[in-house]
Structure formats: structure tokens, C-alpha cells
């Protein structure tokens, strides 16, 4: 009898916790879901309090949760980190103290949840903002790209339609981005970054981002019209598609690109 009353409140307890837990997530997720809602149009940054709330959320999930609430509050945390250095700062070196931070929490989570699409996807997020910040020779030395690359195409096999295609994104951008380097790094091709980016696009036609990184790969392969025309669909949007802060910084570079373009 003394058994059961004790598993019967051992049951209790962890029911608790993930109660608690969830309710934490929840919240997270509501001050996420306002990150971009002070924005500065002109310096094209949004305010910091609700993202650090997020975060400061997310973290006392992890150290408080286990099991499958830990690892969503992990890749979001690692999400909140990313826009973070991204869209709230312009300043290189504050930058990197956050990427670190992300980059440090994603091969943390990868140990404990090696097969969570959500920690792959945004661990390749983050190392490819890392390394846009402290440059191409550390990030050669690290070895950026390839670390990128392996991240996406295991998200991907997990779950190819997790974060709208992330996985085929990411992957495409990298492909397209990183330096092909003989006997060194191969496999950087701009024509197959099109390929990869067509079938994220395939999967979800609507995301800016897919799409902007769709119309610079056609371009580089001679596809000036498709490009030009993927950018005005961009520009044309007027609801809020991936955030307000993504969309105004997405907006800019496309009327960057147009303008450069068309000339």
C-alpha cells in the first residue's frame, strides 16, 4: 500500500511538472509571438523586451521539464536566440555573444535529442549566422558548411515539412552560399542550390524567404524573368507572412535586388 502511495504520488508530481512546464511554453510562445511588434521601420530592428521574455521562458522550461517539453523548449529557445542577434541588434559583437549562446545550446540539445528535427534545423540556423559574423576564415576552420549541410539533411529525413520546408531552405541557401573550394569543399554548387530550393518551395510556395533565396539562385543560372518575378511577388505581399520584423528586412533586400536587376 505504502508502494503505491508513493508511485501514486511520484505520478502526481511528474504530472505537475509538465503541466507547469506547458503553461511556461505557452507563455514563451505568446511574448514570441509578439517580438516584432515594436518596430523601428527606419533602423529596420525590433524592441528587445518581448524576445527576452521569450527567453527568459524558454529557459526555465528546459531547467525545469524533461522529455518531448524540454526539446520543443529547446529549438525554440535556440529560434529566440537566432531572431535575437538578428533583428534586434546591429552591432557585430553583441551579435556573436548570442550566436555563441545558440550555437553552444544546440550541441547540448543534439546530445540529448539527437533525432529532434526542430534542434537540427535551428542548430544549422544558427552556425550559419555564426559564421556570417566572425567571418570565412573561422568559419572555414570550423568547418560551417559542412556542419550546416549535415544538420539539414538530417532535418529534413526527419521531417521535410517542418518549419515550412526549413530544412530544403537552409540547405539550398548553403549550397548556395559557401564558397566551392577545390580538394577542400566540393559540393557547394549554385545550380543544385536550385534544385533544393524548388522542392522547399513546392512544399511551402508562400514563405519569403524560399522565396527570395529561390529568385537570387535562378538568377545566378541565367533565369533573370522567373527571378524578377518571384522578387515583385515578395514586394506584392501585403499581409504579415513570417513576422513583422522578417518581412520588413525580407522587403528590403528584394527591393535591393530588384533595383540592382533591372538596371
Known sequence: MKRLLTLAFGFVLLLS????????????DEFYGKRGDVFDNIKLLADVANIDQAIALYKQVIESATGAEKEEATWKLMRAYYFKGKYTTSDSETKKKIYDLGKELGKVGLEEF???????????????????????????????????KELCEKAIAIDPNFDEAGGYRVLGRVYFKAPKIPLILGWPSKKKA?????QGFKIAPENLNTKQFLAEAVYSQGQKDKAIQLIKEILAVQETVEGIAEDAVIKQEAKTLLAEWEK
Do not use: R
Open 114 to 148: 539527437p533525432e529532434s528535427v526542430g534542434i537540427n534545423l535551428f542548430s544549422a540556423i544558427v552556425w550559419g549566422v555564426w559564421g556570417e559574423e566572425y567571418g570565412i576564415l573561422k568559419a572555414a576552420k570550423e568547418g560551417v558548411a559542412g556542419k550546416i
Open 194 to 198: 536550385v534544385e533544393i530550393l524548388e
Open 17 to 28: 511538472v509538465n503541466v507547469f512546464a506547458q503553461n511556461l511554453l505557452q507563455q514563451a
